[in-house]
Structure formats: structure tokens, C-alpha cells
DNA sequence: CTATGTGCAAATCCTTTGCATCAAC
DNA sequence: GTTGATGCAAAGGATTTGCACATAG
């Protein structure tokens, strides 16, 4: 893998911590003010490309674009239902009895992906319980 | 909500136990054998409806098509790496920590999602574990 | 010079939607 | 005869990809 200043760009940007866990677009829109002429599909592949090698990591979610973090512990996440913000939340507070799955399913346990739903700090705030925002789609 | 033969087919297939937790497009395929001029956007629409009054339940997948379920008690799903296959998994063998989730993010919990991700029984016999099919996307 | 990376636009996949027509009540 | 459901095709969003050109080593 060759050096190259955009790559260079989209890390800085993943590492500065302003936005905690961006998607592909976010990352283009902030690169974009360093490298006006970057294109989405070349974020889309540096930032593929550093989460093959291990160097980020990729959250999926569902019916949501995919997340890119410079934490690349194990860890999971809880996404805000209304803002869509996502904090990481430890490995530790979540337990799986991998043990019992494999002897009941038969299959041979490999990753789990582990997605919490809910409201953080500044949306339970702002939203009475009444009037929440239904996100579902 | 009127009645539609369609709609009936759609459930009674969900229904047949054949196919697990088929996509939408195998509903479908499947339905279209009773009803040869059915649309997908039915199906769709169909599916959606059942899911958003109870009687089945919405899968999502991070990178793959929806699936459903007419399970609709609480529970997980772990997924085969390699031919896609989707089993259950009893809700009892995972266990979160809510509550020192939410002192430590400050966020209130609502929903879990858990996909874990593995090798199904024939898979892990037709497998070496040397020549896995990469699925990662 | 040769391999790798870039920008652009087109293509892909899954899903939803607008609209005219048709079925349910 | 209204209202809701259908089929079709077009549109939608997120992501990937083919290709000609530019850059790194």
C-alpha cells in the first residue's frame, strides 16, 4: 500500500475525535475542506482498504450507513434512535454464552455483532416520552 | 387492514417452516409459484405490514437483505458466514448489562440487536477450516 | 518506468414509491 | 361506490466499480 495525502487526510480526520463515529459521507464532506476535489468513491475505498488492514474498523449497521471508528478494541455500540449518535460501550457489559449457542444450534461461533438502540444524554433531554421521534423504518 | 390473497400466501409461506428466515426475494420467488403476476413491491409492502402490526418479525442484517420471521417471540439470530443460512438463538444465552450500560454512556436502553456470526453444521463439515469462503464485504 | 491511487460517472443491490387499475367490503 | 391493495416501472440511498489519468516509489 502506497503512501497518499488523501489517505493520510481521512485518518487525521477519523483520529481527531471531533466526530466520534462518522459515516463514509461525513468523512468526505470534512476531507473535502482539505482536498476539494477528493471523490466519495475514494474515501468509500481508502477507508475500506484501512479497515482491511486492521488500522480502523468498520461498524455495520442496519438500515443505516456504515460507521467508521479509530477504536479498534473490541467493543460495542449503542446508537441514539433519534440522533443517530453512537457511543462505544465495553465488551465487558455484554455476556454470551457461546458455550451453550454452539451445543444448541450446531453452528461454530465466529464474531458477534452487538447493536444497542436507545436515546443518549442530549435526546432524553429534549424529547417527553410522549413525543419521541419514530425512527423506525 | 382489508384482506388480500396475497398477502394470505405471503404469511402461509412464512408459515410453511421450508425456509427459515427467507429474504424477501425468496418470498417472492416462492409465492409467485401460487401467484404468477404477484410484484415484488407487493411482497415488500406485504411483508412490511406484517411486520409493523406483530404477526411476523423483520430481520435486519448488516450488508444483507432483510430477513423474516414468523417467530415473533424475543430472540436472537446467529448467521452462517458462508451459505447465509439463520438460526435461533434464545434470548437467555445473551446477557446485557443495562444498567451499568446506561450510567456509563448516560444513554437509556430500549432495543438490542444481536447477530452473531459463525458456520452452520454442514457448512463447518463441508469446510476446511484452511479454505473458508471469504465472505467478508 | 511500473504499480498504485484518484476522480468521475455509471452500475449495483435492496427497498420504497407514484400511479393507474383492480379487488374487498 | 369508496377504500384499500396490486402490478409495474421508476426512483431512492448506500456502496462499489470500470476506466483514463495522475502520483508514488
Redesign the pocket.
Request: proline residues 0%.
Given at each position: 500500500?502506497?503512501?497518499?495525502?488523501?489517505?493520510e487526510a481521512i485518518l487525521d480526520f477519523l483520529r481527531s475525535m471531533k466526530v466520534k463515529h462518522p459515516?463514509?459521507?461525513v468523512v468526505y464532506v470534512n476531507v473535502k475542506k482539505r482536498?476539494p476535489?477528493?471523490?466519495?468513491?475514494?474515501v468509500?475505498?481508502?477507508l475500506?482498504?484501512l479497515a482491511d488492514n486492521g488500522t480502523i474498523a468498520k461498524v455495520k449497521l442496519p438500515s443505516d450507513?456504515?460507521r467508521f471508528d479509530h477504536n479498534t478494541e473490541p467493543h460495542f455500540h449503542i446508537i441514539c434512535e433519534n440522533c443517530g449518535q453512537i457511543e462505544d460501550v465495553g465488551s465487558a457489559l455484554v455476556n454470551i454464552d457461546v458455550v451453550s449457542i454452539e451445543k444448541l444450534s450446531g453452528f461454530s461461533v465466529n464474531a458477534g455483532r452487538i447493536v444497542l438502540k436507545g436515546l443518549c444524554p442530549a435526546c432524553r433531554k429534549k424529547l417527553s416520552p410522549i413525543k419521541r421521534k419514530d425512527n423506525k423504518?
Open positions: 500500500m502506497n503512501y497518499s495525502r488523501q489517505r459515516s463514509a459521507d482536498f476535489n477528493i471523490s466519495l468513491g475514494t468509500y475505498r481508502n475500506n482498504l450507513a456504515d423504518k
